[in-house]
């Protein structure tokens, strides 16, 4: 992949990009453990914006069936190779880490692992099922890969009963592939749309600021609202590296604030938009609301 500057990347980021940590006593109690404990979340492996803010609420994410993938996308830092076997033992250290952080929401996601026969369906409902024999009370919200739509690998993680399972779709249909590896945003959006049919809380989210015009994000949740999806989120794509897809624009609180607006006419149940909202963000309120439905 070429390395190249471009020039939203050399002009200074703009003041709604500026992290403010909003640190508190459970942040620094679920940091402790972490660190204490070497355990992996995505929360601190991915540099996420908001982890103070979602540890201090005892919601953080982790990530299974190893750190590589078997896809290569343009906008993310994970390394892409040929994985290691998943370890046998990793839902019980999940469950594990799950109680050590007295985690009230947690969410779990994964590389794509399409070396596996099952795509890592079964060692996903383990880690479900692990993390609900040791912490009942735990509200469990997974994020996917796309499994090729396929029903049966589907239902074997729908069987293990999480509270909400998350597929993103990433990006608008155009830039789907300039930006996905081997994904398709019509498989996306199948695979969507059969958790839904099989009355799954299902969520999805997409990054903005990597070429799409609003005409093309509104389409996106169209699309997204017609496969069943009940929980959507936004927010600006920022480039790890220079050897990936350059930033195209940085798109503003107020067209974020008009986005959200947009998807809530549309009739989805809650929408997250901002620019540094990521997958998880206040995911726990996000139930909240379809609950209350």
Not at 133 to 156: K, Y
Not at 164 to 186: D, W
Request: with cysteine; aromatic share 6%.
């Amino acid at each position: 992949m070429p390395k190249f500057h471009d020039k939203v990347d050399v002009l200074k980021k703009p003041e709604w990009l500026k992290i403010r940590l909003h640190r508190s006593a459970e942040w620094a109690e679920v940091r402790q453990i972490v660190e204490k404990h070497n355990l992996h979340t995505i929360c601190t492996s991915g540099r996420c914006p908001n982890q103070a803010e979602c540890w201090s609420r005892r919601t953080a994410t982790f990530m299974i069936l190893g750190d590589i993938c078997t896809r290569g996308c343009r906008f993310c830092a994970t390394q892409t190779g040929r994985p290691s076997a998943p370890d046998a033992d990793e839902p019980r250290k999940v469950a594990e880490s799950v109680s050590l952080m007295k985690l009230r929401y947690v969410v779990v996601t994964s590389v794509t692992r399409d070396d596996l026969p099952d795509g890592g369906a079964a060692h996903w409902a383990a880690t479900v099922e692990a993390i609900r024999s040791q912490n009942p009370d735990a509200v469990i919200e997974l994020l996917i890969p796309d499994l090729d739509a396929r029903p049966d690998l589907l239902d074997t993680v729908i069987a293990s009963k999480p509270d909400i399972i998350g597929h993103n779709i990433e990006t608008v249909e155009r830039l789907t592939p300039l930006v996905r590896s081997r994904a398709k945003y019509r498989t996306s959006l199948e695979t969507l749309r059969y958790m839904s049919s099989r009355g799954v809380v299902t969520k999805s989210g997409l990054m903005v600021g990597l070429g799409e015009s609003d005409g093309e994000v509104l389409q996106t949740l169209h699309d997204l609202r017609d496969a069943g999806v009940r929980i959507v989120t936004l927010g600006q794509y920022l480039r790890p590296t220079l050897e990936h897809y350059p930033v195209a624009a940085y798109i503003s609180p107020e067209k974020f604030e008009w986005y959200r607006l947009q998807a809530l006419e549309m009739g989805f149940s809650y929408c997250a938009s901002a620019p540094l909202v990521r997958s998880s963000y206040m995911a726990e309120e996000a139930l909240r609301s379809v609950k209350s439905l």
